[in-house]
């Protein structure tokens, strides 16, 4: 996956309301621009642990009278895309950011500049499989959400790229696994037999 | 004197029945005749089974099977349900659904429906010892497969697997009902099968803490949680090996005189099934059950997630939250069934009925407010009196059981069980599978199925003793004990003295009819009620 970035920002947050429930993602203005790269190749699926991806995002100047002098810092996040929340509630999106539970997995988090940022994340090892984007938000001094940008569209339909996790098994847990079986069966058999010739042998003599 | 009442396996009142209160110990009681030459830790009746109930004792062999019996029970619950509070892991880990998390619920209750069945068999045939060892050791390999799983069909088959150990109950049932005398078994068997149960709730504080340990140690999350489940499968074995090195069959070691045993008439199935599943009272129990254990079940299943993701907890707090719902086992099922003999002390079996109806419709109505809480403190109050409800009400369930049938008891306490089982997997198949509605909205759905469904309770007749809203039928010498228990028998089987238990026990159980008993005049026939 290749792209240009840019970014945008801009938009102080307005309503007072939204600042006693939460920020909600409606009111923040998509004021950054996030591209990621894929290494190594685009369309392929990453592996958790192996694969990283590289992430740029700037500031997106073209809106005019927005300014980012309320921005202090970034953060960056790995978010589910639609397809990996069908039927999985606890992957939830909700316009309340204090609810929401798209973006589970925090990438980076960097001190704002308006552009030349970049980063290269290896996917962490706990990342289920799945599709994913990125989203970057922009947080004030008072540490709440002023703005966002993401790596897809408003409907996440595309730019969309997926995880392979690892898988959990290893060899000598299945070894271990087959040993301990082993020694239950053996053992409950060994100990049947035993008492079945013992008492034989009581009747015999 | 026939040995019906006192052969292995057919004084059951299933779980916590309890026919006499406080009943510790009836070592004074000299209807019941202590063998002095024995030489046993506890007083012992003719066939040398215990006639007091020393909680806190090892004594070999009664307490010891006891104690055996109970933890053996204990850990197959911890293994049944170890996955519970994992989920929030594992549902990563294999890309599960709320679908598949739903299916595995329902495939770990499933299970013991039919090995519960075959457990009954097997006790005859192994003694109680033996069946116990076989499942428990059997079982273990299944515990550890859970480190192959890489797939959601592979997750619902072991724990499919694994859901079959639950049969360990009615080896334990089984177990203690040739080593206690029949006026305690009541309680013994109840307690076994109470503090067996705490394993539901001890597996949600378990397992979260080994997690959490086995992660720090340093393997990934993804591995952790199945390195975890090796423990459970360690108790397995550990149990097993127990069970067969320190356990035996009867109080006096020996195997083969259960065997000698077949020479006593043992009765028809067919007959004793019929007449079960012909008492329509059996019905309305496995129904009734279904909405007492079986809600305990789904809720075991369930409720560590629902704190994980309703509230945001860490894992482990949710698992100690989770786990105070099994725990409250210890007390509030032997309490339900103390409360039904209470009830019944002074009302009689119309007390009994009253108590299961307000403890099972109370556990609904909390049931109800546990989905609607909207803060960890409401939620976490609903969820304690919702379990003191719905595990009362299994003691109160078992408190009425044995009076539905003499001849039948032990067919009707197995359909009860399964009734437990099947209602578990009922109500998670409708309320916790689909995701359309969450898991709060269902857990208000599964209480207002428990109000609505307890009320047939109402239904349930004695012409001896009356109903919920119905009295007694004035006509006492032709609806009395002893027809009631007597209409089990033809007139064939009645000439062969068959049904002389039946009779005994329709005396005993004249004490249903509340403060009213004094006042009854004996039916000609029969000798006066032995208090």
């Known amino acids: 996956m290749a792209a240009s970035l840019l970014l945008v920002s801009s938009i102080l947050i307005s309503c007072l309301a939204a600042s006693c429930h939460g920020v909600t993602l409606s009111s923040l ?13 685009p369309g392929q699926v990453l592996k958790a642990g192996e694969d990283s991806i590289t992430l740029t995002w700037s500031f997106n100047n073209s809106f005019p009278g927005r300014t980012d002098s309320a921005y202090k810092t970034v953060r960056v996040k790995l978010c589910f895309a639609p397809i990996s929340q069908q039927d999985r509630a606890w992957r939830k999106t909700e316009d309340n950011l204090v609810k929401d539970k798209t973006c589970q997995y925090k990438i980076v988090a960097k001190p704002y500049s308006p552009s030349n940022n970049t980063f290269s994340w290896t996917v962490q090892r706990d990342v289920p499989t799945g599709t994913y984007f990125v989203r970057a938000y922009a947080y004030n001094s008072a540490d709440e959400e002023v703005a966002y940008g993401q790596t897809t569209n408003a409907h996440k339909t595309n730019n969309l790229f997926q995880v392979k996790a690892i898988s959990g098994r290893h060899v000598s847990l299945d070894i271990a696994s087959i040993c301990f079986s082993a020694f239950s069966i053996v053992s409950l058999f060994g100990f049947f037999l035993l008492e079945k010739r013992g008492a034989k042998h009581s009747q015999e003599n | 004197m026939a040995d019906e009442e006192n052969s292995p396996g057919s004084s059951m009142h299933g779980v916590t029945g309890k ?12 209807t019941i005749l202590t063998d002095s030459t024995a030489k046993f830790a506890l007083p012992v009746d003719s066939e040398h089974k215990s006639k007091v109930f020393k909680i806190l004792s090892f004594a070999n062999p009664h307490m010891r099977t006891f104690h055996l019996s109970w933890i053996s029970f204990f850990t197959c619950f911890v293994s049944t349900f170890a996955a519970a509070p994992l989920v929030p892991i594992i549902r990563d880990d294999l890309n599960l659904t709320k679908t598949d998390i739903g299916n595995a619920g329902i495939a770990s209750v499933s299970g013991s429906i039919f090995s519960r069945l075959v457990m009954g068999a097997a006790c005859d045939l192994l003694g109680p010892r033996y069946a116990c060892a076989f499942l428990i050791m059997l079982s273990a390999p299944t515990v550890f497969c859970m480190s192959f799983v890489s797939s959601a069909g592979g997750y619902i088959v072991v724990r499919f697997m694994i859901g079959f150990s639950l049969a360990t109950f009615v080896s334990c049932q089984y177990w203690m009902s040739t080593m206690f005398n029949s006026r305690i078994i009541g309680l013994v068997n109840g307690t076994a099968a109470g503090w067996g149960n705490m394993g539901g709730g001890a597996t949600q504080l378990l397992m979260p803490v080994l997690y959490e340990l086995i992660r720090r140690a340093g393997a990934t999350p993804f591995t952790a949680w199945r390195i975890a489940f090796f423990i459970p499968g360690w108790l397995h074995v550990i ?23 077949g020479d006593v008439p043992k009765d028809q199935f067919s007959k004793v099934l019929w007449y079960a599943i012909t008492n329509y009272r059996t019905w309305i129990f496995v129904l009734l059950y279904g909405m007492s254990l079986g809600v305990e079940l789904t809720t075991d299943n369930v409720i560590a997630e629902y704190f994980f993701d309703r509230f945001d907890l860490k894992l482990h707090t949710a698992g100690t939250i989770a786990a105070t719902f099994g725990m409250a086992n210890m007390v509030s099922r032997p309490f339900g069934g103390l409360m039904s003999d209470i009830a019944a002390r002074r009302f009689g079996m119309r007390g009994r009925l009253w108590n299961l109806w307000i403890l099972q419709t109370a556990g ?46 032990g067919v009707i306490s197995g359909l009860t069980g399964a009734g437990g089982n099947f209602g578990s997997g009922l109500t998670q198949l409708l309320f916790f599978t689909s995701s359309k509605y969450s898991t709060a909205t269902g857990l208000s759905l599964m209480g207002i199925m428990i109000v609505a469904c307890t009320i047939p309770v109402t239904l349930v007749h004695f012409p001896q003793w009356g109903s919920m809203f119905l009295p007694p039928s004035k006509d006492a010498s032709k609806f009395n004990e002893e027809s009631y228990y007597g209409s089990e028998w033809n007139e064939e089987e009645k000439e062969k003295g068959l049904h002389h238990g039946s009779l005994k026990f329709a005396e005993n159980s004249r004490s249903e009819r509340g403060r009213r008993v004094l006042s009854v005049s004996t039916p000609p026939n029969s000798t006066p009620p032995c208090v």
């Open chain 2, 239 to 261: 149990m097993g090996l127990l069970v067969l090195g320190l356990g035996q069959d009867l109080p006096d070691g020996n195997l083969s005189t259960l065997q000698k045993k």
């Open chain 1, 29 to 41: 203005q998509k004021t950054l621009i996030v591209f990621v790269t894929a290494s190594p190749s």
């Open chain 2, 19 to 30: 026919e006499q209160s406080f009943a510790f110990s009836v070592a004074a009681d000299p």
């Open chain 2, 364 to 409: 609904g109505i909390f049931c109800i407010c546990l989905g609607r809480a909207n803060t960890l403190p409401l939620s976490i109050t609903s969820m304690i009196l919702f379990s003191i409800g719905a595990q009362a009400a299994c003691g109160a369930t078992f408190g009425i059981i044995p009076f539905l049938s003499r001849r039948s008891l």
